[in-house]
């Protein structure tokens, strides 16, 4: 498999410069980079392939390719990482979860990969017009989950939507359904108390880490996303 490196020098522009391993974002010139302001944050550039402690001297920073970063805690092999504080760490992405109806209906639908969480930024029941079983859609950046209709009278459970979404051979390698803190199965959804779910924040990966790391500190590969 062929692996391709991209390294571009830009000037560092924090004051006491750029450490080896710091993800850096990029400055107010095109030609500058600078730490993260905040966890999570965009406009990265890459991975410090070395360490540059003079303001306004160049570092060299890998935009593709494989670079080492430093761990801000437990990460596992594989998993999609982002920035994870100022100093240009980096983090496990969180899985992105939306929030369906609440108390004794609640359900979470949980996105698996954060790195193609664009491809849906809501997520809602469905009453269907006719009597009907479960299904499921994506249509305009939605994933839509139609209830199981019987005479008018929607049947669907908390069981049996979270059994319909983990058992469905296409949609669990997207998502996972799990019962919310105070969930009953038995309860009956509702599309209209429960139409929509929440819209987390943007996600901004950096890449996927190559191995793990057990702790703070650790360096580890990461694979940088194009």
């Not at 974002?25 to 030609?31: I, K």
């Not at 980079?33 to 550039?45: E, F, K, M, S, V």
């Not at 982002?82 to 949980?110: H, M, N, W, Y």
């Not at 305009?140 to 019987?150: E, I, K, N």
């Amino acid at each position: 498999m062929s692996h391709y490196v991209l390294d571009k020098a830009y000037r560092a522009a924090p004051e006491n410069g750029i450490p080896a391993g710091a993800v850096v974002v990029r400055g107010t010139t095109a030609d500058e980079c600078t730490l993260p302001a905040a966890a999570n944050a965009g406009n990265i550039l890459g991975i410090a392939t070395h360490a540059q402690p003079r303001t306004g001297r160049h570092v060299a920073i890998r935009r593709l390719g494989i670079a080492q970063a430093v761990a801000a805690g437990a990460i596992a092999a594989g998993a999609p990482v982002c920035i994870a504080d100022t100093a240009g760490r980096v983090a496990q992405l969180a899985k992105p979860r939306f929030v369906l109806g609440s108390g004794v209906s609640e359900i979470i639908i949980e996105w698996l990969d954060p790195v193609s969480f664009s491809a849906a930024i809501e997520v809602e029941l469905h009453e269907p017009e006719a009597d009907g079983t479960f299904e499921w859609e994506f249509n305009a950046h939605r994933l839509r989950l139609t209830l199981s209709l019987d005479e008018e009278e929607v049947t669907e459970t908390v069981a049996s939507l979270v059994a319909s979404v983990n058992g469905d051979a296409v949609l669990s390698k997207l998502v996972r359904a799990i019962r919310g803190g105070s969930a009953v199965d038995a309860t009956v959804l509702s599309a209209a108390s429960a139409h929509a779910g929440n819209i987390p924040a943007t996600l901004n990966p950096l890449g996927t880490a190559e191995h793990a790391a057990t702790q703070a500190g650790d360096l580890i590969d990461v694979f940088l996303t194009p």
